[in-house]
């Protein structure tokens, strides 16, 4: 009985060793990039296909006239842009003809400057005495102090002699 179920099987294996061809790698290649191929929504999400649903002899001129459009409106806001000087005048640009580059310093070095003119003026200032001797100042302010506390004991004076 083995005998006869063995003869009514058919051997199908090949006689030689099958090898894949070029061309039957190359259909499964291609066959594996379909399967993982973006599907048209996610096409056009990506700017890739056009979405649009003109035509499509009409779609290049939709494009067209949509660039068209985009460009007129660019040259709008340019033609409506200040100009530097106003943008400098409005301190949103820097007054300087430097170097983008180098504005960061040249802006740290004029207020180091400004800080150095600052502080000489107060080392070279006059005292307090002789702007008084010359009729700038009417009483010393360093004297100040003092008229505080002669203030301060009116104050008390007027409190204690109202009450």
């Known amino acids: 009985?083995?005998?006869?179920?063995?003869?009514?099987?058919?051997?199908?294996s090949p006689i030689s060793?099958?090898?894949?061809?070029?061309?039957h790698v190359r259909q499964n290649s291609l066959e594996k990039h379909l399967q993982h191929r973006p599907d048209p929504q996610d096409l056009k999400n990506r700017h890739i296909l056009l979405d649009t649903n003109a035509a499509p002899a009409?779609?290049?001129?939709a494009q067209e006239l949509e660039r068209q459009r985009a460009t007129d409106s660019l040259k709008k806001g340019l033609e409506k842009r200040p100009n530097r000087e106003e943008l400098v005048e409005r301190?949103?640009?820097?007054?300087s003809t430097a170097a983008p580059g180098i504005q960061g310093q040249q802006?740290?070095?004029?207020?180091?400057?400004?800080?150095?003119?600052?502080?000489?003026?107060i080392a070279n200032r006059p005292r307090p005495e002789d702007l008084v001797k010359e009729?700038?100042?009417?009483?010393?302010?360093?004297?100040?102090d003092a008229l505080y506390e002669e203030r301060i004991e009116e104050e008390y004076a007027k409190r204690e002699g109202g009450a």
């Open 1 to 12: 009985m083995a005998d006869i179920e063995s003869k009514n099987e058919i051997d199908t």
């Open 17 to 23: 060793p099958v090898r894949p061809t070029a061309t």
């Open 58 to 61: 009409l779609q290049a001129a």
């Open 91 to 95: 301190n949103i640009l820097p007054d």
């Open 107 to 121: 802006k740290e070095l004029e207020k180091h400057m400004r800080a150095d003119s600052l502080n000489e003026k």
């Open 135 to 144: 009729g700038v100042l009417h009483e010393d302010p360093t004297a100040a």
